[in-house]
C-alpha cells in the first residue's frame, strides 16, 4: 500500500458514494468501537431514569463512602461503584452526568463550527483586510491559555448551562475558520470553480453549492476532535468548582468531591474520571475514523 | 529578506500583545453588571460601590478607560491585588518560575519521550509496537490531565508512599505533575513524529540516500530526522498556550504554588486585578515563545527564507 502520503487537509473532489464510504468505514475497527462507545453515552444520557440503579441525588448517610461493590444489607441491593462522601450511588450519578458532557459539548461544537465555518468560508473566498483580521483573531485565540479566558468568562457571566456553552462557543471557533479557509484558499482556483463562474454562477451560488461541500468534510472531522476537547473542558471547569452546579450531577463536579476524599475513598474519583476518558476516547476514535474515511490520500487498509 | 520577514513577524507580535490587553480589558466590561459591584459583593452599600467605581475610573467613558488601562499595563501597573492589597502584577510574577518549572519539566518529558516513540512507529509502521503507541496517544488525549494526576497521587502518594502528593521543592515533587502535565502533549508529539517521519522516508532523497549505501541508521539520524523534525517543532510552538494552561489545572491538582494555582484562587475570589494580569502575563508569553519558534523555523527550514 501507499500510506505514506502526507495527511492534508485537502478535501475529497467527488462527490460520495455511500455504500463503499460505508463499507470502508466499517472496516476501520477503531472508529467503529468508537461510535459504538459515543452511541452508548448518548443512549445512557437519554434513559438515565430507566438505567440508574438509584437517585443521583437523595443522601445517604448510613451509605457513605462505601467502596465499589458493597452489598447493601438492608435493600440487598449492589453498589457497584461505591458511593461518595454523602452516600450517593456513584453508577447512577456517572450515568446522569452523561447529560452535561453531552448538552454542553455537542451545542457548543455545533454552534463554533458553524461560526468558524462561514467566517473562514467569507476569509478564503474574498481575502482582503477581513482575512486579515481573521487571522489575527485566530493567533489571538491559539495565543490565549483557553482554560484561563473560559474560567474567567465563566465566573463572570456565571456558571449556568448555558453561560458555559455560549463561552465555549465563542472561544473555540476559531479553529474551525483557519481549516476552513485554508481548504477554501486550495479550492478557490480549482477548475470547477472557475467553470460554474464561467456558466454565470454568483459567488453565493458558488460558495453553496461548489465550495461548501467540499469544506464539510475537515470541519466535521475537527468538530467530532473538538467534541472530545469539549468534554474534558467542561468536566475541568466542573472539576475547578466552575462548571454546572450541585446538586445537579456532573462528571467535573463529582471529581471534584472524589478529590477531598481522595486518601480515603479512590473511587469517588477514578469512575467519574473513566467515564470522561472512554466517552474522549471513543469520541477521539470516531473522528480519526472520519479522517481516514474523508482523505482520499489516505484509504486505509484494516492491516 | 530575512531581516524584513523578522521585522515583519516582530510587529505581528506586538500587534497579538496589544490585542490581548483589549480582551483582557474588556474581560471586566463586556459582562453584564458593573465591575465595582461585582468586585465588593452584594453586601456593599451604594457609597462603597460609587466610592470604587470613582477610584477605578469606571465612571469615565469606556475608550478613555481603555486608554488608561493601557498605559498603565505598558508600566507594569494592573492595580492592587483586591484580597493581598499589593501590586497585582508583582503577585503573579513572583509565581511565574514555579510555572514555568513545571511546564518546562512536563515539556522536556513529552518531547524526550514523544519523539523517540513517534520514529519507532514510522519505521516500524503497522507492527504491534505501532499500533499499540497509536492507542496509547490517543488515550493520552483523552484523559482529564487532573484525574490522571488524581490517580497517581492515588497510586504513588497514598499507597506506595514513593513519592509526595503535593508541594514544591525537591526534585521528586516535580516528578508527578511534570508526568501529569507531560502526558497532555506526548500524545500529540508520537502523533505528529510518526506522520512526519513517515512523510519524510516516503521523498526520493531518503531513497537516494539508502541507494548510496548509506546505513539505516545514517539516513534516519542525518537526513530524515531533521527534515521530520520542522512540522513538529512549529505544532508545539502552537501548544505552548495549551500547555500553559494544563498547567493551570495541574498546579490546582498537586498544590504547586504557581501562576495557576493564584489564578484560580483570585478567580474564585473576584480578585480582577490579579485575573487580569495573570491571564495577560501568560499570553505575552505565549506571543514571545511563538516568536522564537517562528525564528527557529526560519533557520531550520531554508525553503521558506
Not at chain 1, 476537547?229 to 468548582?241: C, D, H, N, V
Amino acid at each position: 500500500m501507499t500510506g505514506t502520503v502526507p495527511a492534508t487537509l485537502t478535501p475529497p473532489l467527488e462527490h460520495s458514494r455511500p455504500r463503499s464510504t460505508w463499507r470502508r468505514f466499517a472496516r476501520h475497527r477503531l472508529a467503529c468501537g468508537g461510535l459504538l462507545i459515543l452511541l452508548a453515552v448518548v443512549l445512557m444520557a437519554l434513559f438515565a431514569e430507566a438505567l440508574a440503579p438509584r437517585s443521583p441525588v437523595v443522601q445517604q448517610i448510613r451509605l457513605r463512602l462505601k467502596p465499589p461493590g458493597f452489598v447493601d444489607a438492608r435493600s440487598g441491593q449492589t453498589l457497584w461503584l461505591g458511593t461518595d462522601h454523602l452516600g450517593r450511588d456513584i453508577c447512577s450519578r456517572i450515568i446522569y452526568g452523561s447529560r452535561i458532557s453531552l448538552v454542553v459539548s455537542l451545542p457548543a461544537v455545533a454552534t463554533s463550527a458553524i461560526i468558524g465555518l462561514t467566517l473562514g468560508l467569507l476569509a478564503g473566498f474574498y481575502g482582503g483586510w477581513c482575512e486579515g483580521v481573521l487571522m489575527r483573531l485566530v493567533d489571538l485565540q491559539l495565543a490565549f491559555p483557553f482554560i484561563l479566558l473560559a474560567l474567567s468568562l465563566v465566573a463572570l457571566l456565571g456558571p449556568s448551562l448555558h453561560n458555559i456553552i455560549l463561552v465555549f462557543a465563542l472561544t473555540t471557533w476559531p479553529v474551525y475558520a483557519r481549516t476552513t479557509r485554508g481548504a477554501v484558499l486550495s479550492l478557490r482556483a480549482q477548475e470547477f470553480v472557475q467553470a460554474a463562474r464561467s456558466l454565470g454562477a454568483g459567488d453565493g451560488r458558488i460558495l453553496w453549492r461548489h465550495v461548501l461541500p467540499n469544506v464539510v468534510s475537515p470541519v466535521l472531522v475537527l468538530a467530532s476532535f473538538e467534541v472530545a476537547r469539549m468534554i474534558i473542558l467542561e468536566s475541568a471547569l466542573g472539576f475547578l468548582g466552575l462548571g454546572v452546579q450541585p446538586p445537579i450531577p456532573t462528571w467535573g463536579n463529582m471529581l471534584a468531591d472524589g478529590r477531598d476524599y481522595i486518601r480515603d475513598a479512590w473511587w469517588i474519583a477514578a469512575f467519574p474520571g473513566l467515564a470522561i476518558m472512554i466517552t474522549a476516547a471513543g469520541v477521539n476514535f470516531l473522528g480519526d475514523g472520519l479522517r481516514d474515511l474523508f482523505d482520499p490520500t489516505l484509504h486505509y487498509t484494516g492491516s | 529578506m530575512t531581516m524584513e520577514y523578522l521585522v515583519l513577524r516582530s510587529l505581528q507580535s506586538l500587534l497579538l500583545i496589544f490585542l490581548a490587553t483589549l480582551v483582557v480589558f474588556l474581560l471586566l466590561h463586556i459582562t453584564p453588571g458593573d465591575p465595582a459591584t461585582l468586585i465588593l459583593g452584594d453586601q456593599a452599600t451604594p457609597e462603597q460601590v460609587a466610592d470604587l467605581r470613582r477610584s477605578m475610573g469606571l465612571d469615565r467613558p469606556l475608550h478613555e478607560q481603555y486608554g488608561r488601562f493601557l498605559a498603565n499595563a505598558m508600566c507594569g501597573d494592573f492595580g492592587l491585588s483586591i484580597r493581598a492589597q499589593r501590586p497585582a502584577l508583582m503577585y503573579v510574577m513572583e509565581r511565574l518560575p514555579a510555572t514555568l518549572q513545571l511546564s518546562a519539566g512536563a515539556f522536556a518529558f513529552a518531547v524526550l519521550t514523544g519523539i523517540p516513540i513517534g520514529i519507532l512507529s514510522a519505521v516500524k509502521r503497522l507492527s504491534l509496537w505501532d499500533h499499540g503507541a497509536m492507542f496509547v496517544a490517543l488515550l493520552g488525549q483523552s484523559m482529564p490531565v487532573y484525574w490522571l494526576g488524581l490517580m497517581l497521587i492515588v497510586i504513588f502518594a497514598v499507597h506506595l508512599r514513593w513519592l509526595p502528593a503535593s508541594g514544591m521543592g525537591q526534585l521528586q515533587h516535580l516528578i508527578l505533575p511534570a508526568f501529569t502535565l507531560g502526558m497532555f502533549l506526548i500524545g500529540l508529539i508520537i502523533r505528529l513524529m510518526r506522520s512526519s517521519m513517515l512523510d519524510v522516508l516516503s521523498r526520493d532523497y531518503i531513497r537516494t540516500a539508502h541507494a548510496k549505501g548509506l546505513s539505516r541508521h545514517i539516513v534516519l539520524v542525518r537526513h530524515a530526522l531533521k527534515n521530520a523534525c520542522i512540522p513538529v517543532v512549529t505544532v508545539l510552538g502552537l501548544q505552548m498556550g495549551t500547555l500553559l494552561g494544563g498547567a493551570v489545572i495541574t498546579e490546582t491538582v498537586f498544590a504547586w504554588p504557581g501562576m495557576g494555582m493564584v489564578t484560580v484562587t483570585a478567580i474564585h475570589q473576584r480578585d480582577y486585578p490579579v485575573v487580569q494580569s495573570a491571564v495577560l502575563v501568560l499570553a505575552v508569553l505565549v506571543v514571545l515563545i511563538n516568536w522564537c519558534v517562528d525564528m527557529v523555523y526560519h533557520y531550520l527550514d531554508p525553503r521558506i527564507r
